[in-house]
């Protein structure tokens, strides 16, 4: 049992969906995860498995920011064995080009953040990547499903409100599509223990535009992001 987790050993699949919001992770174990079981409640941060055409998956709630997101990730890989994580998340659009509710694949993940300075003493900028494999595949289901997914690069940020919008204005100049908050811990993470990673979005807010959507719809009407999640870690 993990300190921040605590399910028993073989709750969680080697398979997991990682939604920010815990009660996301409760809407997708129920209605998309058949005989789906809770395996954790610490902190409220829901844990659920169940299966999925078949294949064993577990959705775990992450909580918002790299420190919470990189613990959540870092116990699934170390202490369950996870092989594959997919977030599932918000974001808010840098891009024009960009609607609400648009889907969104981080090919690679920007950040603020000084998490990854440290881990390489100042004197890299590593670039945190996603998977692949993972990123293939979740752009032939994306195709299949007749969904158009944007993919590219996004800025997962340590602060959510910022004092400095001009700063996402240069980063859509240089093609950032979207700003978050977690990305670039899980690809670190992932990287480090040599699992699979991936993130997909869905459009929350626009930045430039001041569009909006609710807190009940950010939590249970994002379906498109979750099915190309699903359907994208069952077959890679």
Known sequence: MSTHIGAKPGEIADRVLMPGDPLRAKWIAENYLEDAKCYSTVRNMFGFT??????????????????????????????????????????????????????????????????????????????????????????????????????????????FYTDRPDLYDTLADYGVLAVEMESAALYTIAARYQARALTILTVSDHIKRGEATTAQEREQTFSQMVEIALDTVVAA
């Open 50 to 159: 169940g299966t999925y055409q078949g294949t064993r998956v577990s959705v775990q709630g992450s909580g918002m920011g790299m420190p919470s997101a990189s613990i959540y990730a870092h116990e699934l890989i170390n202490e369950y064995g996870v092989k594959t994580l997919i977030r599932v998340g918000s974001c808010g659009a840098l891009a024009e080009s960009l609607n609400l509710r648009d889907v969104v694949a981080a090919i690679g993940s920007s950040t603020d953040s000084n998490m990854n300075r440290m881990r390489f003493d100042g004197l890299i900028d590593y670039a945190p990547v996603a998977d692949f494999g993972l990123l293939r595949k979740a752009v032939e289901v994306a195709e299949q499903r007749g969904v158009t997914m944007r993919v590219g690069p996004i800025l997962a940020a340590d602060a």
